[in-house]
């Protein structure tokens, strides 16, 4: 059967490159002095290739899987039951295909660690086995800092914060490869964000089509300021006065028009407007106390209202009784 032909090469694929990968476990732990920065700087950059290699193969492997029977069927089984026994294989295995790429990319990602604290470090070789998969580790005194990736599942009103801020730590490091930049991108990605990209395949020269093809949806600035807009109107009228739900409101108003204005939106002309419908949504204690305090007959600048507004949360928040 030719599936199944295909199926053993690329398991002797896999296996191949987990013998790679021990090889260069084995190198970092017997590392001495005499192997200078180049020799660091050649096996980081046959780890990327490693790894994006056993990316390919593992999504191939899934897919000739993917169709693989769950075993022999009852006659009399519902296609009720079939469907639940297939969906429960199904999940399995697709849980068991994300371990195994998951484990692979903790030993890849952990081993470059390594090397780039040994070029640091001067090639420092004290070392030790770490336990968890057979991975090592170089004895210290500095922490690198573990980065906070930003995730982001498809939702509009979130792609604005999570476009600056994986710009800020991945995209635009110059001291990161495109194979890094590719998975971490994978790995900060979820749902509809997810399947945006889920069908290009892992590799140096696609992260850019990626990128691209994730920018091509969300980078849609009418549909962003709709969204925003839409976010702002949606936020309800307070139904007590308390500190905790009028700063919620406040954030609500501060946060989309910053986001507005991110996208490019000129919402300096907007304070009339903005004013009127913070208002609307006040409780009526304190829209009575703005009102007081503004005492006048001009038009009160939206600012001005935000002003007064944080003010009065740091008051309620201080007199609030302790819980």
């Not at 000739?64 to 009852?74: F, I, N, P, Q, Y």
């Not at 297939?86 to 068991?96: F, L």
């Not at 495109?178 to 749902?191: H, P, Q, V």
């Given at each position: 059967?030719?599936?199944?032909?295909?199926l053993r090469l690329l398991s002797k694929q896999e296996r191949a490159l987990r013998i790679s990968l021990d090889n260069l476990k084995e190198f970092v732990q017997t590392k001495h002095e005499g192997a200078d920065r180049r020799a660091l700087d050649l096996r980081i950059a046959k780890l990327d290739e490693i790894w994006e290699k056993f990316s390919n193969v593992r999504m191939r492997i899934e897919l000739?899987?993917?169709?693989?029977?769950?075993?022999?069927?009852?006659p009399e089984e519902t296609e009720q039951a079939k469907?639940?026994?297939?969906?429960?294989?199904?999940?399995?295995?697709?849980?068991?295909?994300?371990?195994?790429?998951k484990d692979f990319e903790n030993d890849v990602y952990q081993l470059k660690k390594i090397m780039f604290g040994l070029i640091q470090a001067g090639t420092s070789n004290s070392l030790q086995i770490q336990p968890h998969a057979s991975a090592v580790v170089p004895q210290s005194k500095v922490k690198l800092p573990e980065l906070?990736?930003?995730?982001?599942?498809g939702r509009m009103s979130d792609w604005v914060t999570f476009r600056d801020t994986y710009k800020n730590l991945i995209h635009n490091d110059v001291s990161l490869s495109?194979?890094?930049?590719?998975?971490?991108?994978?790995?900060?990605?979820?749902?509809d964000a997810l399947q945006e990209i889920a069908s290009i395949e892992i590799s140096s020269a696609n992260y850019a089509i990626?990128?691209?093809?994730?920018?091509?949806?969300?980078?849609?600035?009418?549909?962003?300021v709709m969204t925003h807009l839409d976010s702002l109107f949606a936020l309800e009228s307070l139904r007590q006065e308390n500190f905790d739900t009028l700063s919620k409101l406040v954030n609500g108003f501060e946060?989309?028009?910053?986001?507005?204005?991110?996208i490019g939106e000129n919402t300096e002309g907007w304070s009339?407007?903005?004013q009127y419908m913070l208002c609307k949504r006040l409780h009526p204690t304190t829209l009575r106390q703005w009102e007081s305090y503004y005492n006048s007959k001009e038009v009160p600048k939206y600012q001005d209202l935000v002003k007064f507004l944080k003010s009065h949360c740091s008051v309620s928040q201080s007199i609030a009784p302790a819980k």
């Open positions: 059967m030719p599936a199944a032909d295909d000739l899987t993917d169709d693989v029977s769950d075993g022999e069927t009852d469907l639940q026994r297939h969906t429960k294989v199904k999940k399995q295995q697709d849980s068991n295909n994300a371990k195994i790429l906070k990736l930003p995730i982001f599942n495109d194979m890094d930049k590719f998975t971490y991108l994978r790995t900060s990605l979820t749902g990626a990128w691209n093809a994730l920018e091509n949806v969300y980078e849609n600035k009418k549909l962003l946060r989309n028009l910053q986001m507005l204005a991110k009339t407007l903005l």
